[in-house]
Every structure is written in C-alpha cells, then in structure tokens.
C-alpha cells in the first residue's frame, strides 16, 4: 500500500524525517518497502498559464502554445488535444527529467523552437493518465514550482503488510502504529456535520437476510449533492496511493476507505430503484451487472446487496453498473457495511475479482468502525458537494459484535520473550495500541474490533514487543535444551554413501522428483503414479515412482550439452499412492548411472564406462556398510537390454536393479548412447547396513602366491571360478583374485583365459613348497572336473 | 718461486674460476685452460723431466693430484649445472596423475553445513514425507481455514487428498505429536509451491526448519541461537536485524535480515543498495501448534525458524538462476566439488 509520508504527518504530529519513519514502522511490523520522492519528476516544473493557441501551418496535430510563467512569456508546441487559452499548466523547462527518463531540450518543430514542453500527469509520474496535458486548478499561481503548487514536495512510502494485519490497510492504522512508536495520539479526522430535520429512515430502510455474511449494514441518506471534481487535496492523498480520481462523490468514499479502512460505496438514490435495502445471497444463476461492465452469473457464494427484487452491489467487491453514481447524480444512498471475511473470500473468487474492497473486507474491517466512517464521508459530502444530510444513521446490527476480553500476566510476558519490562510499559504500549486495559498484577485488556488478529495472550505479548523493539529484546549467550542429541545412523549413511561415491568420481544429482507422467508410464506401465492435480506444466504431472526417470532426463539434459562423459548418483525418494489413509509410500532410493567413457590424460587412454564400473561402486558400498556379498540375478526388466539386466541380491532379498539401458527406451529421452544404470532400495539396506567390524589379527606367517590362467567356455563366469577356486582351495587360499581376461587369436573361438591370482596362508605356520603345491594341484583338478578348464603355460 | 709453489698457486687459480664459472660452457674452457695439452698443470708434468729425482717425486705427486682434484671439482660443478639446468628428459609440467573426485550436490553441501553447526548446538535431524496432508502442513500449524496459502494458486494438490508440503514445518507438528519435550529438532528437506518456473522463483526447493521446546524457552534464547548460527555460517562479523513479521504456527513472529557479506552492508547489487538481506524467518511456537498436539503451553515454550537453501547459496556463491540446482549439468555441479 503506498501512502503519503505528509498524510502520517498530519495524522500523528510525528514529524521523523522519512527515511527514520520508514525504518521505524518497518522495525515495528510494517514494512515500509521503498520510499520514493513525490516530486522526483518536478524540479525544473513551474506553473503556467496558457494565453494563445495557434495552429501550426502544415500540422494538424500540434499547436503552438504561448505560456505565461510569471516574469517570462514562451512559446510552447504542445500536441495533447486539450490545451486552451485560460488553463493553469505544467511546464516543464529545459533541463527538467520527466517520468521515463525524458529529458527536455531544446527542439526545432517545422522551423518553430520550443525548449520546454507542457505535461501530462504521467510525465509528471502523478498517474499513468496520458489521454492529455495536466490541467491545474484554477487559482494556480503562475510562475511557482509545480511541487509547492501540488504540495508535491513528499514522499510516496509503500508498505508490504502482513496477511493478518487488516488495521493497517489504512492511512489511520499506520498512524496508530506511528503514534505508539513515538508515544503520542492519533489525531483523527473531524466528523463534523450538521443534518437536516428530515429523518433518513423516511427515505431507506435496511434488512438483513443472512447475517452471517453481513452482521452489519448502515445507510446514510445525502440530497442535494452536486457531483463535480474533487479539491486537489484529496486528489492529492488519492493520486499518491495510486488511485485515481473520478468525481467528488466517489473520491470520498475512496479516500474514507485509505484514511480509516473502512469500504463505504455510494449509491444513486433515485436509480437505487425501491426505499429499501435487502442483504441476501445470491440465487443460482441470477445475474448482476458490476459497474465495470461485466455481466456475471452468480452463485450462493456472493453476498447482493438488494432494492428488494434485483441486485445492486455485489456486497463488499463492487457496486452494480444500474445504481452508480454519475454526473447527474442529486441524492445519494452511502453505505457501510461490515461483511464476514470468508463471504466475501468465497464470493470474490466466484466472480474472479480481487478489489480494494474485497481485500480489506477479507482481511477483517471493523463492525464498530461504520459510525466513524459513514460519519466522515457525510461530513465531507456536506462540505464539498454542498449535500444535505438527512438525520440519522439506518443501522442494521442485529447483534453487536462486542470486543473481546484478554487477561495478560506481565510475569508471563517477560517469561516468554526473556525481558525484564514493567507492567507500567506494557500498559503504555497497549493504551497507545488503542487497547483498553485496567487491573494490576494481570492486565484486563479489551481489544479493540479492529484487531481481529488479536486473540489470547500471547498475541498482545506480540503488540508489546514489537513496539517496544524486537531489538531491546537480548541475545541469549548459552545454550539451552537438550544437550546430547544423536547422529541418526541414516544420516551416516547418506553422508557415508556421498562420500565414497563422490570419492570414486560419481557426482551427485539432486532432483525434485516432479516428472512427466508419460515417460514414466513407458517405464513402469503398471506402477502406480502420484498425481498432482494441479501441475505447473504438462512434463511435471506427478511425482516420480522410480529414480530411474530423473537420472534419464538429467543425462539426457548434460548430453544436449555436449558433458557426454557421466558418472552420476543421486539419493532420493519414489514415490506411489497408498490405499488407505496412512498408507502412503515414499520409498528412498539410490540410483547410479555411467555413460560415455572415462577421462582421456596423457597416460591413460579412455575407455567406455561400462557395467564393471557400477558393480566396483557396488561392492565398495556392500563392503563399507558389511552388507555382505551382492549377486546379480538375470531378470528381465522392460528398460534395460535383455542380455545386461540383473536383479541385485542381498542374500535371498531383492535390494535393486541393475543393467543397460534398453536402445529405444534411451531414445525417448533424447539419448543415443550407452547408458548403464542401477536402482537400489535403501531401506532394506540400511536395516542391515552400520555391522561394528571385527578386528582380524595380522598375519604372522609368510603368504606364498600362486597365479595360474584356466582357458575355459566363454559362458563360464568369473564369479563360478572365483568360488571354485575358493572351494578347492580351503582355509588355506586366503584370497582369490581375477587379474586379467583374454579373448583372442591365442585362443579358440568361443573361449576364453581367466588369470587368477590365488594367496596361499597358514594361520598356524609356515606353508612348504610342497603344501601349497599339493592343494593348488586340488584347485587345478577342480576347475578341470568343473569347467573342462585347460591349464595355460605362461 | 718453486715449482711446488706453482702448483699450489695453479690450484688456487683453478679453483676460483671453476667458482665463479656461470655455465658448462665455461668450465670447459677451464677444463682446457688448465688440464688440456697446452694447459697449465700438463705443462707442470710436461716440466718434470727437467728435475731432480728428488723434485721429480715430489712436485710430479702434487700435480697429478692437483690434476686429478680438478678434473673432479669440474665435473661436479658440471653436473651440478645440468642437474638444476633445463633440458633433460624430465618434464615436471605434465599434468599429475590423479582418480577424479565427484562433486556432492551444492543443495547438499549447504544443507550439511546448516544441520552441522545445529549440531553442534544440540540439535538432531528428523524428516518426514513430502507428500503431506492438510493437517500437518497446514491445520496442526494454526492455518485459518481459509488462508490464502490452502489455495490451488499456491499449493500443488495431489490426487487422493494429498498435497506437496510448502514447508518442512510439517515435521515439527509430527514429531510434536510423538514426543515430549525437551525436544531439538532440525528438518532439511524439498519443499514446492505451485509456481511458474523462471530464473528467480522454481517449483520445488529446499528449506530447513528447526524447533526447540522445552521449559523456560524465550524469545531472547530463538535470538542467541539465531545470530550464532548466522555468524557461523555467513561469518563472524554479521549483523541481524529482527523484523517483526507474521506466521500463522509463530507468535510472536520475525524476519531476519543479515547484513550483506558481500558488501559488508554498504550497499551493493545483490543487497539492492540496502546493505541487508532478507534471510530467515522465525518465532515463538504459536501456543495453538502446542495445543493441537497435545503439550502443555503454559509448561512449555518454544521457538522454530525456517532458512531457505537454495536462496542464500544463490547469494553466497553468487549463482543467478535458480534452474541450475535442478538441471544438475555436470559444469554446474563440478564446480563445487
């Protein structure tokens, strides 16, 4: 809301320079956001007044202006349409810098020289108004800076409220914030007015059907009014909130609505169309013109306001269109009435429109406010449009909404904010909040109706620190709660499996898990999706079911930018809908993915990354947390190629997948090669993950290596060797490593050469010649028996 | 002067030259100048044929060891150029040999360094699921039942009376309900709003959220912890502001704005020429959250505070669009490895 810094001048007599008030009302609450100079666009701007126009040979849409600026005459092209002799303008001199960065100078216009240019309201940065040139009040002084003459020489403070401080959606709130701060009272408005001996109630009389959404409606009725403009003044405190004036009638209830927060409107009594106002929902499907133009179909949502039979305001949003005020208007119906919040919440939204109204209705205006306010609006209708105001406010409140009653143990207070206040302060600050308080020892305050945000204790303990500074307020130097809190073993865990990941060259993914529910069904067609009802975009439609998505797309998104080489890995969850009430499922995964090939330096040639690379990540986890052994068990799985898709085993428990990506799956996202990709279940994983290791003793014996290649069918595996040679070679082969595969020209087809690498140790002596070579001639025997193995000879 | 005396006087010579000799090209000269046919110590040798027996032994001894010293002393210093000199064989610029260290997710990075300094100050972590339930995200947080944030524009509802939580406050109100105080918790985690997504605002990103609760907790400790915090993280010399501010599950409620680290507070680009940012927000636990889960809120009182990740790692590291967290592209992610 943007406010004029003079108007919470005159309002509390504070006089703060700007820049202090902003500082201390946001440090308060409410957050000045940016102040800006009212008159920034007028320096080098003075008042003149228009004595000829001509016509400018050859150009029908610009004429030549002369002005007079006091000591000095000048000759003007001007090309708004109307400019005329007798106006009061303003002329901005060379030098001046208009709104937009327009800076004036001296021009030559069909050989006529101008160097200064009369302005509209926009280039004065007053309004966005551009339709034509600014035309001032008559008794203008000619010759005077265009600021002193508008009263322009303030400040524009706009301020960022918070949701739940309606009070403050008005300049008398902020006030009475300001007044607190500076221990001082606001100084309201007068209300004076004089009303004729005709009652009001003779002319309108007021029902309420739904009480629920108004609880109050007040009528005043003004004859006589003469529409016309508003004194600059107002339009002054209107402008610099960003509203724009119309005519007098509705200027006034505008600028009632800025000053107390208070939505009045006012309707054209003789088009009002009966003698009484009903308040009732809406029926289904009837139809109402607002004053904008647009015809609605309205639903029970909306509060009307009604003549009896049709509908002349949508109450609290905005008047009807066949009862608004215009020139010709002589008496006028003003109303101010107080509608429930969530009413008009609900009905603003069935008609799609948000309004100055509808938002400080929303908020909570206050029930008790309307005399002030009707009052204040009458009075300024008496002074300005000369209206006669008939005596008496109609006021329709069947049941009062009375203030509520709020005890506050000071003790309690400084207990909760850690400070040391009197009950003398606190009083003091809730008196200057306009809260009633009395008693000693526990304070019995009465909240004022304009405060609906205020509801038990705690909330005035707010009101208290923040006026007295959230700054006065100490910084605890110790510590307190509980002292010892523990790492969770899953937190380890994810920072275990960041470590040794990122340490084997994987870098970490993070992914939101929002993805396109299309690719998801080409990869899981019968695992269910949670969807999202209401998507920002098409290709973010549920959350993810499994990782394997997300690490597509992002190796997709790093191949489309040429980073072709991966290694990737990211812990997240899956997520799928449950059936019953608790029984929703977020599962934490971990995925893995390789593509392109490994780096190129001078010493090492790349090589294609390939399965070998996530089983190695595999087994440096299994080792890590003790999970143990993990096998891979074929099992078809649509995404991955038939003959490279494993599931991986965790003894008899299926913990993930594992395999290369399926071609065509790859294509749907854009990637062309080689991706090999792992999903693990983390759950399983970690119950059986964090096993305390064991000290093994060092050896004290020597070790006797032995190698030895086998030449055995290329369907052997490795795995099968290692085991047999495990076997075969009893306690006594303490390791058993594979450390080379040949498949070549020294090799039949169809073959292949596994080296392995056996460490032959007694744990209770040294091992003869003899020993070792009598059980590696047992473990040559067994791959023989086992797998046709022939020896080769090195 | 003897010949004996010569040769002493050869050495000496001999010796400060190779000295000062300033490159391999010069000690050969030497070499020549002094041990070559026509040098010096040869013309000595050349010379005994001419003595006594007795001189004969005795200068013919000093010379060959003369001889022999500086044929030693010239190598040495010779090798001695060629082992600091520039052309042999061995390169030491070639790149050295090292495996690649991956890089952890900045998002993550930030989040470890938040939760680690809680840590250290008694907090534990606790997470709780990302597809909540209005109760949690909103009811058990004191929501009026029609706030603006229940709505379709803010929120993404999800099928089944789901939503995805706006906040990682939901955990407070779980684990209120499973445990009594004292409790000290600290919740990283993804949140979303429903927003459209550009350089500035995303869909999804990353918020921490912690809470205390326990007897004779003040506002005065939410501020000591809070600006220890902050120096930890953003640096010592920091200053706070507390701001008061509105949260429907705090009261009282506060904005804390740091000074800028970029600018010392003076007034910079990334702190719009206000020498502050907006950092944090934070509170007393609304009495009505301890309420609802049934805890005693005379007993007991509490503070909770939310950062954001994503938003200050933008301004500590300088990073102008909140996309690049989310894209994952390895330059982005490598360079905070």
Avoid at chain 1, 760 to 775: C, F, I, M, P
Wanted: overall charge negative; some cysteine.
């Amino acid at each position: 809301m943007d406010l004029s810094y003079k108007w919470l001048k005159e309002l509390t007599g504070v006089d703060w320079p700007v820049e202090e008030m902003g500082e201390r009302l946001t440090l308060s609450g409410t957050a000045c956001e940016y102040i800006r100079a009212a008159d920034a666009h007028m320096d080098r701007v003075v008042v003149g007044e228009v004595t000829d126009v001509q016509p400018v040979e050859g150009a029908s849409k610009i004429k030549l202006a002369t002005v007079n600026l006091g000591k000095t005459k000048m000759d003007v092209i001007c090309g708004a349409p109307n400019v005329d002799v007798g106006q009061t303008v303003p002329v901005a001199l060379e030098g001046a810098r208009l709104a937009g960065d327009m800076v004036i100078k001296k021009v030559k216009i069909r050989g006529i020289e101008s160097s200064a240019m009369i302005c509209s309201e926009r280039e004065l940065g007053i309004s966005d108004d551009h339709s034509g040139i600014m035309v001032l009040e008559d008794d203008a002084r000619v010759g005077v800076p265009l600021a002193e003459q508008l009263d322009y020489n303030d400040y524009i403070m706009t301020f960022e409220l918070t949701p739940n401080r309606a009070d403050s959606m008005s300049a008398i709130g902020i006030a009475r914030d300001l007044a607190a701060l500076a221990s001082t009272k606001v100084i309201k408005p007068a209300t004076d007015l004089k009303e004729s001996s005709q009652k009001a109630d003779s002319k309108i009389k007021v029902r309420i059907e739904d009480p629920v959404g108004c609880p109050r409606y007040a009528a005043r009725i003004i004859r006589n009014v003469k529409i016309g403009p508003s004194p600059w003044w107002m339009k002054k405190k209107l402008l610099m909130s960003g509203v724009r004036p119309i005519s007098n009638i509705v200027d006034i209830t505008n600028l009632v609505m800025l000053e107390t927060g208070h939505p009045l409107h006012a309707f054209d009594l003789e088009r009002f169309g009966s003698d009484e106002v009903v308040v009732r929902r809406a029926a289904d499907k009837e139809k109402f013109v607002t004053l904008d133009g647009a015809e609605h179909t309205l639903s029970s949502q909306v509060l009307l306001i009604t003549n009896g039979k049709t509908g002349v305001a949508a109450g609290g949003i905005m008047g009807g269109l066949d009862s608004e005020v215009e020139s010709s208007t002589t008496d006028i119906l003003l109303e101010a009435a107080y509608f429930d919040p969530v009413v008009i919440r609900r009905g603003r939204k069935e008609l799609g429109m948000v309004t100055e109204s509808s938002m400080r209705f929303e908020k909570g205006a206050d029930p008790n406010g309307i005399p002030y306010a009707i009052n204040r609006a009458a009075s300024l209708m008496q002074q300005l449009c000369g209206g006669e105001v008939l005596a008496g406010i109609v006021d329709c409140y069947p049941e009062e909404i009375k203030p509520k009653q709020i005890s506050l143990r000071p003790a309690r207070c400084n207990y909760v904010l850690g400070v040391h206040l009197s009950e003398e302060r606190m009083k003091e600050v809730l008196t200057g909040l306009e809260f009633r308080v009395s008693g000693k020892g526990t304070l019995e305050t009465e909240v004022p109706t304009f405060r609906p945000d205020i509801t038990r204790e705690i909330d005035l303990i707010e009101e208290i620190a923040r006026i007295d500074g959230y700054d006065k307020i100490p910084d605890a130097t110790a510590n307190i709660g509980p002292l010892f809190t523990p790492i969770h073993f899953e937190d380890k865990f994810r920072s275990d499996v960041r470590r040794l990941l990122t340490g084997c060259g994987f870098d970490e993914m993070v992914n939101h898990g929002l993805t396109d529910s299309h690719l998801a069904a080409l990869l899981n067609p019968d695992l269910s999706q949670v969807k999202i009802l209401n998507p920002v975009s098409a290709d973010l439609d549920i959350m993810r079911n499994t990782l394997v998505q997300t690490t597509l797309n992002v190796i997709s998104h790093n191949i489309a930018h040429r980073n072709v080489d991966l290694c990737l890995f990211e812990l997240g969850k899956a997520y799928q809908p449950g059936n019953g009430e608790d029984d929703w499922c977020e599962y934490q995964k971990l995925s893995l993915a390789v593509s392109g090939n490994t780096p190129h330096t001078w010493r090492d040639k790349p090589r294609s990354y390939d399965f070998s690379d996530l089983a190695g990540a595999l087994s440096l986890l299994g080792e890590h947390f003790g999970w143990g052994r993990l096998n891979f068990e074929p099992q078809s799985n649509r995404y991955f190629e038939r003959e490279i898709s494993f599931a991986i085993m965790c003894g008899n428990i299926m913990v993930g997948i594992v395999g290369k990506m399926n071609r065509k799956i790859a294509a749907e996202f854009e990637i062309k090669q080689d991706v090999y990709l792992a999903e693990l279940d983390l759950n399983p994983l970690i119950a059986i993950s964090g096993r305390l290791t064991e000290y093994q003793p060092l050896p004290v014996y020597p070790a006797a290596p032995r190698d030895l290649a086998v030449v055995v069918d290329d369907h052997v595996r490795a795995g099968e060797l290692v085991e047999t040679v495990k076997e075969a070679g009893g306690e006594m082969a303490e390791s058993v490593e594979i450390f080379d595969l040949y498949r070549g020209k020294q090799i039949a087809a169809g073959k292949k050469s596994v080296a392995i690498s056996i460490n032959y140790r007694s744990k209770t002596g040294n091992l003869t010649a003899a020993q070792v070579d009598e059980r590696q001639a047992a473990v040559v025997n067994k791959l023989k028996e086992k797998f046709k193995a022939q020896i080769r000879d090195k | 002067m003897s010949l004996l005396d010569e040769v002493t006087r050869i050495k000496q010579e001999a010796l400060e030259q190779i000295g000062k000799a300033d490159s391999a090209e010069r000690l050969a000269e030497i070499q020549v100048k002094y041990l070559g046919r026509k040098g010096a110590i040869t013309a000595v040798l050349k010379g005994l044929k001419d003595l006594s027996l007795d001189e004969k032994k005795t200068v013919g001894a000093a010379a060959n060891k003369t001889k022999a010293a500086l044929e030693q002393q010239i190598k040495d210093a010779i090798e001695a150029f060629s082992a600091a000199g520039e052309k042999t064989g061995f390169d030491p610029t070639l790149p050295g040999t090292r495996s690649r260290v991956g890089a952890i997710h900045i998002v993550n990075q930030v989040i470890d360094d938040i939760c680690q300094i809680f840590h250290g100050m008694g907090f534990t972590i606790a997470r709780g699921p990302d597809v909540e339930t209005d109760y949690y995200n909103f009811e058990a947080l004191n929501f009026a039942p029609d706030h603006p944030a229940r709505d379709m524009q803010d929120t993404m509802f999800v099928e089944g009376d789901r939503l995805l939580r706006t906040h990682t406050t939901p955990v407070q109100a779980r684990t209120l309900e499973k445990q009594q105080p004292p409790i000290k918790i600290i919740t990283p985690g993804l949140c979303f709003r429903n927003e459209a997504i550009s350089s500035r605002a995303h869909v999804a990103f990353h918020q921490v959220d912690g809470f205390l609760v326990d007897e004779g907790v003040t506002m005065a400790d939410l501020k000591g912890a809070l600006v220890a915090f902050c120096k930890a993280f953003f640096g010592e010399k920091l200053k706070l502001k507390f701001r008061p501010s509105f949260f429907p599950f705090t009261e009282p409620s506060a904005e804390v704005d740091i000074s800028c680290f970029l600018c010392n507070g003076k007034g910079c680009q990334v702190c719009k020429q206000s020498g502050w940012l907006e950092i944090l927000g934070c509170g007393m636990i609304h009495p009505n959250v301890l309420e609802k889960a049934e805890i005693d809120s005379e007993k007991y009182t509490g503070y909770a505070f939310g950062i954001g990740v994503e938003r200050p790692a933008m301004l500590k590291y300088r990073i102008n669009d909140i996309r690049l967290f989310f894209n994952n592209d390895i330059r982005f992610l490598r360079q905070f490895g």
